[in-house]
């Protein structure tokens, strides 16, 4: 680990320098923020918030603290399901685009997005060259890291069926949650740049509790989250 020296006496701990950005950081729930914190380890820089679960909770726990305060960065994160193929349990996801994949109208051909029904926009871009970097920093790491679109639900998959016609909308999705397409709407408005940063607890498809690793998910959530002040410095 690399220290930087303060003075010639005292060295600051390299998890402790400042990040050269304010960061919001958004979570659900409070096992996810606490995961988060543990990670950044009380480096300057960084508010992290639970914001509820879903889209409607975090858009407005998120739009809220970026009126209290100035920030150039938002960032949607926690455990996810991810995709057979794309991403396996104990991974880590960070989205190269955020995507609201139930947002829209069932229609006798299929389900329409309300980008083509030309009543608004379901899906966002990210900061991809610093999602990029984070992602390359986590493999350095030795973690198992996939960037590729997180779908934003507001019911979580529990059947084959309904993975598989996700998967019909998008194919190359690589994880599911329920806030990102919230956290990423607030920081739109806000002309903020937005991450998205997943870790799998489970398997998109199915809904069997028991096989779910939530432990090893805000495990693998604490260690992308370590890496965030080096990336952003």
Same mark, same amino acid.
């Given at each position: 680990m690399q220290e930087h020296s303060q003075s010639s006496s005292v060295?600051?701990?390299?998890?402790?320098?400042? $990040?050269?950005?304010?960061?919001?950081?958004? $979570?659900?729930?409070?096992?996810?923020?606490?995961?988060?914190?543990?990670?950044?380890?009380? $480096?300057?820089?960084?508010d992290v918030i639970a914001g509820g679960v879903g889209p409607a909770a975090t858009a407005a726990s998120t739009a809220r603290h970026l009126i209290q305060g100035s920030y150039d960065l938002v960032v949607s994160a926690g455990i996810a399901g991810g995709f057979a193929g794309q991403a396996e349990i104990g991974s880590i996801v960070i989205a190269n685009s955020i995507i609201a994949a139930d947002l829209g109208s069932e229609t006798e051909?299929?389900?329409?997005?309300?980008?083509?029904?030309?009543?608004?926009?379901?899906?966002?871009?990210?900061?991809?060259? $610093?999602a990029r970097k984070l992602a390359a920093a986590i493999k350095d790491a030795g973690s198992d890291v996939t960037m590729g679109?997180?779908?934003?639900?507001?019911?979580?998959?529990?059947?084959?069926?309904?993975?598989?016609?996700?998967?019909?909308?998008?194919?190359?999705?690589?994880?599911?949650?329920?806030?990102?397409?919230?956290?990423?709407?607030?920081?739109?408005?806000?002309s903020l740049p937005v991450l998205e940063i997943r870790t799998i607890s489970?398997?998109?498809?199915?809904?069997?509790?028991?096989?779910?690793?939530?432990?090893?998910?805000?495990?693998a959530l604490e260690t992308a989250s370590s890496l965030l002040p080096e990336v952003l410095r």
């Open positions: 060295k600051i701990p390299e998890s402790h320098i400042p $990040t050269s950005k304010r960061v919001l950081i958004v $979570t659900a729930v409070d096992a996810e923020k606490d995961a988060v914190r543990r990670g950044l380890c009380d $480096t300057p820089g960084f051909a299929g389900f329409s997005s309300v980008e083509e029904l030309g009543f608004g926009n379901a899906r966002f871009s990210v900061d991809i060259a $610093t679109p997180v779908l934003t639900v507001s019911t979580t998959t529990g059947t084959a069926d309904t993975a598989q016609r996700l998967l019909h909308r998008v194919p190359d999705a690589a994880a599911e949650a329920m806030e990102g397409f919230g956290v990423a709407t607030a920081a739109a408005a806000a489970n398997q998109v498809g199915p809904r069997d509790r028991s096989a779910w690793k939530i432990k090893e998910a805000l495990q």
